[in-house]
């Protein structure tokens, strides 16, 4: 009996043996895991720190690729705006300060110093005047010595014309609105100094007559001539516009 309870005993004791062996083995399952979440939570803010420096670097190559793309558009812009209106700034600038001067002789002409001739060029000036706005004015009338029938009327000004064409159509609207209705005004050559010229036809009382006007940045005038062709008149304005203008 007592070796049994000796072996119960010690079957006790192997049991409380077996039983608390297994202690430092969970002592050790639990310093592994305390180290192994203590390099998760090592590795987790390094994971963390690197994704928040990798947005920051794409955010600013985005924002420097922005920058480009509207620094080129701009660029782009300014490019087609300086191919469109370099040219038209450029007149401007060098057209700005015409002056018209009427000549005692001009192409072959004669001024009219009469009365009549006077207040005829007065009567023109002053309505192209009222309707195109401008700095100054002129108007004369030029005989021709071989046909007294072929004088030649001239009135415009200068000023700062932004839209040569517009103003020209407003001149002939002009004449139309005075009662000689103009019909077929178009385009003809404008010669060495550019800008818009262009002819039509008066039609009043007196008959059909050949009317041409030119118009740049910086003047305009328009001529009558009675009794000669489109073709003869429109050359003839080439030559007057040589004469009596001049760049300021």
């Known amino acids: 009996m007592v070796r049994a309870a000796d072996d119960k005993a010690g079957i006790r004791a192997d049991i409380d043996v077996s039983s608390e062996a297994p202690g430092p083995e969970d002592d050790s399952v639990d310093l592994d895991m305390l180290d192994l979440d203590d390099a998760d939570l090592i590795d987790g803010d390094d994971l963390d720190g690197e994704p928040g420096d990798d947005a920051e670097a794409v955010a600013r190559a985005r924002r420097?690729?922005?920058?480009?793309?509207v620094m080129a558009g701009l660029a782009g812009i300014l490019v087609v705006l300086?191919?469109?209106?370099?040219?038209?700034?450029?007149?401007?600038?060098?057209?700005?300060h015409e002056k018209l001067a009427i000549p005692d002789s001009l192409a072959g002409l004669?001024?009219?110093?009469?009365?009549?001739?006077?207040?005829?060029?007065?009567?023109?000036?002053?309505?192209?005047?009222a309707s195109v706005n401008l700095d100054t004015s002129v108007g004369a009338v030029y005989d021709d010595p071989g046909n007294k029938q072929k004088s030649v009327m001239i009135f415009?000004?200068?000023?700062?014309?932004?839209?040569?064409?517009?103003?020209?159509?407003?001149?002939?609207?002009?004449?139309d609105d005075?009662?000689?209705?103009?019909s077929g005004v178009h385009a003809v050559p404008s010669g060495a100094r550019g800008g818009e010229m262009k002819c039509g036809t008066s039609t009043g009382d007196g008959g059909d007559m050949v009317v041409c006007g030119w118009a740049d940045h910086g003047s305009i005038a328009l001529a009558l001539f009675?009794?000669?062709?489109?073709?003869d008149a429109s050359r003839l304005m080439q030559r007057i516009r040589d004469g009596v203008q001049h760049g300021g």
Do not use: H
């Open 178 to 182: 005075q009662g000689g209705g103009m």
């Open 64 to 69: 420097r690729t922005i920058r480009w793309l």
């Open 82 to 96: 300086v191919a469109m209106l370099g040219p038209t700034w450029w007149s401007l600038i060098t057209q700005r």
């Open 156 to 175: 415009g000004g200068t000023g700062l014309i932004v839209s040569p064409d517009q103003e020209l159509t407003k001149a002939f609207q002009l004449l």
């Open 226 to 231: 009675p009794g000669r062709s489109e073709a």
């Open 110 to 129: 004669n001024l009219d110093r009469s009365a009549d001739g006077q207040a005829t060029a007065d009567y023109l000036r002053t309505a192209v005047a």
